[in-house]
C-alpha cells in the first residue's frame, strides 16, 4: 500500500478489524519511510463490474460514485451514514450477484431507486428526479403518486 504521505511502498499493518457489519476490514498502517500512519479499508469484490451507459459507452462500476449519489439524494435528511453505506454495500452485493460483468445504468438506477423507496421518500424522490430527468411538476406528481400507491398496496 503506497503512503499518501511520502509516496514509499513500504508500510506495514498495525491493526486490523472487521467493521460492525462484517463487509469491510478496516486496518490502520504505518509508513516505514516517513512515520505516517493512516487508515485503509477493504471489501470483497465478487466481479470486475462494467456500466454500459445510456450512450453506450462501457466504463469501470465506481461503488464511490454510487455512494456520493446516494448521499446527495440523502441529504439533510434523518439518514444516518452507516444506513447508507451499508444500503450501498446490499446494492453492489446484488449487482455483483446478477452473474454478468456487465450491467446497465437502468439496472442499476432502478436498484437504487428500489432501495431508496425503503430507505426514505423524499431521497427516493430526489433521486428519481435526476435518475429520470424530471422537466415539470407532473414530473414529481408521478412520482409522488407512485409513492402514494406503494403505501395505499401496504
Known amino acids: ?15 486490523s478489524r472487521p467493521t460492525e457489519d462484517s463487509s469491510v476490514i478496516r486496518r490502520r498502517r504505518v509508513c516505514l ?13 465478487l466481479r470486475e463490474l462494467v ?3 445510456r450512450n ?5 462500476f465506481d461503488r464511490d460514485k454510487l455512494l456520493r449519489s446516494v448521499q446527495i439524494a440523502c441529504r439533510k435528511r434523518p439518514v444516518e451514514p452507516e444506513r447508507i453505506d ?20 437502468e439496472t ?12 426514505d421518500d423524499v431521497a427516493y424522490v430526489r433521486f428519481a428526479s435526476v435518475y429520470r430527468n ?10 409522488l403518486a407512485e409513492l402514494s400507491g406503494d403505501e395505499a398496496a401496504e
Open 1 to 15: 500500500m503506497r503512503c499518501p504521505s511520502c509516496g514509499s511502498l513500504d508500510t506495514q499493518v498495525k491493526d
Open 56 to 60: 453506450g459507452r462501457r466504463v469501470p
Open 51 to 53: 456500466v454500459i451507459k
Open 33 to 45: 519511510a516517513c512515520n505516517f500512519r493512516f487508515t485503509t479499508f477493504e471489501r470483497v469484490q
Open 86 to 105: 451499508h444500503m450501498v454495500s446490499k446494492i453492489v452485493r446484488e449487482l455483483e450477484s446478477i452473474g454478468e460483468s456487465e450491467v446497465s445504468s
Open 134 to 143: 424530471f422537466r415539470e411538476a407532473k414530473d414529481f406528481e408521478a412520482a
Open 108 to 119: 442499476i438506477g432502478e436498484t437504487v431507486m428500489a432501495h431508496l423507496r425503503e430507505l
